[in-house]
């Protein structure tokens, strides 16, 4: 009347289909713990950017003021070699000048 078909696989027990099944439930049972940890990974590595975002601008706001007090300097240099230049030829003007200088460069050093 019928015929039985063999499955070219052995049909496993029951009890290992039970076990299998267990740990799969213990395995995604973990998964929200998983993604609340990974979403708290990412919150932390947002707010690490941001604190060097922050640590960067603060960074590029000072490099941008040294830079301003250097070409100050350098303008007081060269103003300071032309009033040594009349000091053969105008004594009195070049001691106003360097003392102007001085007072420049006081308030230079103060912005640092």
Same mark, same amino acid.
């Given at each position: 009347?019928?015929?039985?078909?063999?499955?070219?696989?052995?049909?496993?027990?029951?009890?290992?289909?039970?076990?299998?099944?267990?740990? *799969?439930?213990?395995?995604?049972?973990?998964?929200?713990?998983?993604?609340?940890?990974?979403?708290?990974?990412?919150?932390?590595?947002?707010?690490?950017?941001?604190?060097?975002?922050?640590?960067?601008?603060?960074?590029?706001?000072?490099?941008?003021?040294?830079?301003?007090?250097?070409?100050?300097?350098?303008? *007081?240099?060269?103003?300071?070699?032309?009033?040594?230049? *009349?000091?053969?030829?105008?004594?009195?003007?070049?001691?106003?000048?360097?003392?102007?200088?001085?007072?420049?460069?006081?308030?230079?050093?103060? *912005?640092?």
């Amino acid at each position: 009347m019928g015929e039985i078909i063999q499955f070219p696989v052995q049909a496993r027990p029951l009890a290992t289909t039970i076990m299998l099944a267990d740990q *799969l439930v213990t395995a995604t049972a973990e998964l929200p713990e998983l993604v609340s940890a990974v979403d708290r990974m990412g919150r932390s590595a947002e707010s690490l950017c941001r604190a060097l975002q922050g640590g960067l601008t603060a960074m590029n706001v000072a490099f941008g003021r040294a830079l301003v007090v250097n070409e100050a300097h350098q303008r *007081l240099q060269m103003a300071v070699q032309k009033a040594m230049e *009349l000091v053969d030829t105008d004594p009195e003007a070049a001691a106003g000048r360097l003392a102007e200088l001085r007072a420049d460069y006081a308030q230079l050093t103060a *912005l640092r």
